[in-house]
């Protein structure tokens, strides 16, 4: 077979007459010879180098650099005649006619996913999250072993199967939904979407963040009557996002509510939030192993409620699991966790919502030797912080309790 005819079967099969960028690559084509071709061992191989476009000039056919080379002793020698790579069966090259009577070795490269995002959305009166709809290519969607890689700002990578999503309709087109929980001190910090094939190839990478789309729904309230009803809960978000990066000391240099011209946050006066807070803890507080000791909220990529008890007698988690029916409370039956650490026992409600943050939660530790019950409220926690002397903590309150509100009329 001649190169040009070689060059046209490999094309035809999906791929190119093999390229080689280094030594290692060119042993392992020289040992093709031994391994899957026929038993004439002296026969050369083409190689998918011309210099026909520009004598003396040699590329692939690719494209890609021609930065290694492994010319026999002086080679190339053929002047406008011989214009064709080949590798003899030592693995050194030399240039040749179009002739008849090598093997053929053509090269696959791996196709990189496509990842086309179409659309997007913030999740606003639900936990922090951004959305976005994605056409993901065929040959992803067939691999089981695809994955999702989401890189956020300090580096902390997700993977999850592509098949995990959920699979939707945008505008008539087939789309995954990727969602990805942030937050709220990581507003303002980029995240990075990427597919990884099963054989290790990848897509290119999205970049996007909250704060972004958040600026781009701001900027678009005066023409998209969507924005406009958002517009009051995006700015008491960011400024959330704001404060929680100032308390928790995370990239104060690009602060999430820095678009705004109209924060109040700090204006807000701590006795009107604690004056409009009524509510009061209740319950049975203790008995022989527990004493209920307080809450507090933890500000991850959701809202929990977390409760802490003074374990007396130390017991371990399972035994204090299996001397009480434990159960919690509250009307959008959020998932809890339990542990214990040292002397304390702690139960956490989680992924309260903002337009949450002022119902009321309650645990339930069921014994016949004697029950604990509390019932409480993230306000409750707000409520002691803006009496603390913590400016930074009580500016966060402030956001959050901004950010319930807004939630709440959003949702009316």
């Not at 014994?367 to 903590?393: C, N």
């Amino acid at each position: 077979m001649t190169w040009e005819s070689a060059k046209l079967f490999c094309e035809k099969k999906g791929g190119h007459l093999v390229t080689i960028s280094d030594e290692k690559e060119n042993e392992f084509v020289n040992g093709m010879r031994c391994r899957n071709l026929s038993t004439d061992y002296q026969q050369s191989i083409w190689l998918g180098g011309s210099d026909t476009a520009n004598e003396g000039t040699w590329s692939w056919i690719t494209g890609e650099p021609f930065t290694y080379s492994n010319w026999e002793p002086n080679e190339p020698n053929g002047g406008t005649t011989q214009n064709y790579l080949q590798m003899y069966s030592s693995g050194n090259w030399d240039d040749v006619q179009n002739e008849a009577g090598r093997f053929v070795v053509c090269e696959y490269d791996s196709v990189q996913p496509k990842l086309t995002p179409v659309a997007s959305s913030l999740s606003l009166s639900d936990n922090i999250g951004f959305n976005i709809y994605m056409q993901i290519s065929d040959d992803v969607l067939s691999d089981d072993g695809a994955m999702m890689i989401i890189t956020n700002s300090d580096g902390n990578v997700i993977k999850k199967p592509i098949s995990s999503y959920e699979t939707t309709t945008y505008q008539d087109k087939s789309v995954k939904k990727i969602v990805s929980m942030v937050s709220a001190a990581k507003m303002s910090g980029k995240l990075s979407f990427k597919i990884l094939k099963s054989d290790g190839t990848e897509s290119s990478s999205y970049i996007c963040s909250v704060m972004d789309y958040a600026n781009e729904m701001i900027k678009k309230a005066n023409t998209d009557a969507e924005c406009k009803k958002a517009l009051p809960l995006v700015k008491a978000m960011l400024n959330y996002g704001a404060y929680s990066q100032i308390y928790f000391g995370e990239d104060k240099t690009n602060l999430a509510n820095a678009i705004l011209k109209d924060d109040n946050t700090a204006t807000i006066k701590s006795e009107d939030i604690i004056k409009s807070i009524t509510y009061s803890e209740q319950g049975l507080f203790s008995n022989k192993d527990l004493e209920y000791m307080g809450s507090s909220l933890i500000c991850e990529s959701d809202t929990s409620l977390k409760l802490y008890f003074n374990n007396k007698n130390k017991l371990t988690e399972k035994q204090i699991k299996s001397r009480y029916d434990i159960s919690t409370l509250d009307k959008n039956k959020h998932d809890y966790d339990t542990g214990v650490d040292g002397s304390i026992f702690w139960i956490k409600i989680k992924g309260i919502k903002p337009a949450e943050l002022g119902n009321v939660y309650g645990v339930n530790l069921v014994s016949d030797e004697g029950s604990v019950i509390v019932e409480t409220s993230p306000y409750v926690y707000v409520k002691k912080a803006l009496g603390s002397g913590d400016s930074r903590l009580q500016n966060l309150c402030k956001a959050m309790w901004a950010y319930g509100q807004a939630a709440r009329e959003y949702e009316k």
